[in-house]
């Protein structure tokens, strides 16, 4: 496989991607390029919607497609905003008004615990009976205040206690070492050297 196709406009996830898919020779095509619409997310599970976004991209691509689908669960929120955690504070998407809005439902709770999940999922052609199903959990804490200049999303808020910075502060080589998609594309990895 020399080629594929990601379902995702994410600039920030195109870039770990092609960081981590790099060395193995694998180009990452993000589906924009190609004219690939963004396929719908309605499931209440990061896998059903991670393997709706790879069948939709590898139909239109004619391409084998890696999707992924991601997110940040919140103890105290019972897991939320989870699958929902691109559009937390609804229409347009927007980072900053996501993060207000975690921060502003954890006031004054004690338990600031969560973790980011990551399923990742690679489909050879659209109808792919035995996609390729790999996951990925960075445990961490949900901080009041933001550092940091790297990452995306929650990245500014989620602080990693382990090594006292948050996920923005993190070098893109360390943050692949010990993040949630990291962790899913090395087990997606070795799934897929199983097959040779």
């Known amino acids: 496989m020399k080629q594929l196709v990601l379902a995702s406009s994410n600039p920030g996830k195109l870039r770990e991607f092609e960081t981590l898919l790099a060395p193995l020779g694998i ?3 993000p589906q924009s390029r190609l004219g690939v619409p963004d396929a719908d997310e309605p499931h209440p599970t990061f896998v059903e ?24 669960c919140v103890a105290a929120l019972g897991g939320e905003p989870g699958v929902h955690s691109a559009r937390f504070a609804g229409d347009p998407r927007s980072d900053e008004r996501n993060n207000a809005r975690l921060v502003e439902l954890l006031s004054g ?23 390729l199903i790999a996951e990925g959990r960075w445990h961490g804490e949900v901080a009041d205040t933001p550092r940091g200049g790297g990452g995306f ?17 993190l070098d893109p080589q360390t943050k692949n070492a010990i993040s949630h998609r990291g962790k899913a594309l090395r087990r997606l990895l070795a799934l897929l050297r199983e097959e040779e």
């Open 153 to 169: 999303g929650y990245d500014p808020y989620f602080h990693v206690p382990e090594l006292g910075l948050r996920a923005a502060e």
């Open 109 to 131: 709770e004690a338990d600031r615990s969560a973790h980011y999940y990551c399923v990742v999922v690679l489909v050879r052609h659209a109808a792919d009976p035995e996609p």
């Open 27 to 29: 180009e990452v095509v």
């Open 49 to 72: 919607n991670a393997l709706a976004k790879a069948r939709n991209a590898s139909g239109h691509a004619r391409l084998p497609a890696l999707a992924d689908d991601s997110g940040i």
